[in-house]
């Protein structure tokens, strides 16, 4: 397996969240065409895309993942999203906080087909490797609490190194964006 620095997992998430949090404040204050309209469908007049090829589905996921919601369901979601990225930039990490983003920010490009970039396309494939490595490892809010309560770091980490599969396939996910830029 390939081996990783616990601090450059830990640099990495802090740079990953602040991005994420630009991202945000990009989309939703930044008038342009990136603002809330690509993610609602009313106003009509706001939207870009028409009322009647609206996803209608029942079932609760579709309904999630799928529809466009109205103005103040999709501030919430964003709103939800943006405490998901806060807690991860200051690793106040749990168990189910990396898989929820990975929910909310695929949600959140699948109702936003035409205006994604290559970039969001690689946050997604990152935060999938990101649910398998300890970010929160070092300068984090958990290492803090741990540090108080007198636990001491997990043996496996001992000398800040983290080897393992999905260390490998993070590296290889970066390896493979510099490659796809050359074809």
Avoid at 92 to 106: A, D, G, M, S
Avoid at 131 to 160: H, M, T
Wanted: neutral net charge; contains cysteine.
């Amino acid at each position: 397996p390939h081996v990783l620095d616990l601090r450059s997992l830990a640099l990495f998430r802090v740079l990953f969240g602040v991005l994420q949090l630009y991202d945000i404040y990009e989309r939703i204050l930044i008038n342009g065409k990136y603002d809330l309209a690509w993610y609602t469908s009313y106003p009509q007049n706001r939207s870009y895309i028409p009322e009647d090829m609206e996803f209608h589905d029942k079932f609760w996921l579709d309904l999630f993942l799928f529809r466009r919601g109205s103005l103040h369901d999709e501030i919430f979601f964003f709103i939800a999203y943006g405490a998901c990225i806060i807690f991860l930039t200051v690793g106040y990490q749990k168990f189910w906080l990396l898989p929820v983003l990975n929910i909310l920010y695929h949600a959140m490009l699948i109702k936003v087909n035409p205006g994604q970039f290559g970039s969001d396309q690689l946050s997604c494939q990152l935060l999938l490797w990101m649910c398998f490595l300890p970010l929160s490892e070092v300068w984090s809010v958990n290492a803090l609490v741990r540090k108080r309560q007198g636990i001491s770091r997990d043996s496996r980490y001992s000398n800040n190194q983290v080897k393992s599969v999905a260390c490998l396939g993070f590296s290889l996910q970066i390896v493979m964006m510099y490659m796809d830029c050359f074809c």
